[in-house]
Nanobody, 126 residues
Framework: QLQLVESGGGLVQPGGSLRLSCAAS????????VGWFRQAPGKEREGVSCISRGGVSTYSPDSVKGRFTISTDNAKNMVYLQMNSLKPEDTAVYYC???????????????????WGQGTQVTVSL
């Protein structure tokens, strides 16, 4: 059973940066695609970045492209989300998620993911 625990959230001013971390345990991430999602109050869950098994490919929607970068350290079983140029509209609870995959691409759809962390709050405000 894969378990995911996020950390690194907090309060940051507009234009600032944060790096979220996701620690995986129970199984190795080598066989999983991993994604970051977020959900703001009153809004639907949104995928913000994903990385395929083996790190072959990544995907980010236009809303965060060029600002958010996903990466993995499979030796440490860790996933990271580097967030730069943060905006107030980036405020949300951020979740790490994973699904077992045999493909060289990842899905931006949350319904594809089987394992989820508990989330970490990111607040962008003055």
């Amino acid at each position: 059973q894969l378990q995911l625990v996020e950390s690194g959230g907090g309060l940051v001013q507009p234009g600032g940066s944060l790096r979220l971390s996701c620690a995986a345990s129970g199984l190795t991430l080598d066989y999983y695609a991993v994604g970051w999602f977020r959900q703001a109050p009153g809004k639907e869950r949104e995928g913000v970045s994903c990385i395929s098994r083996g790190g072959v490919s990544t995907y980010s929607p236009d809303s965060v492209k060029g600002r958010f970068t996903i990466s993995t350290d499979n030796a440490k079983n860790m996933v990271y989300l580097q967030m730069n140029s943060l905006k107030p509209e980036d405020t949300a609870v951020y979740y790490c998620a994973a699904y077992r995959s045999t493909y060289s691409y990842c899905s931006g759809q949350g319904s594809k993911y089987d394992y989820w962390g508990q989330g970490t709050q990111v607040t962008v405000s003055l």
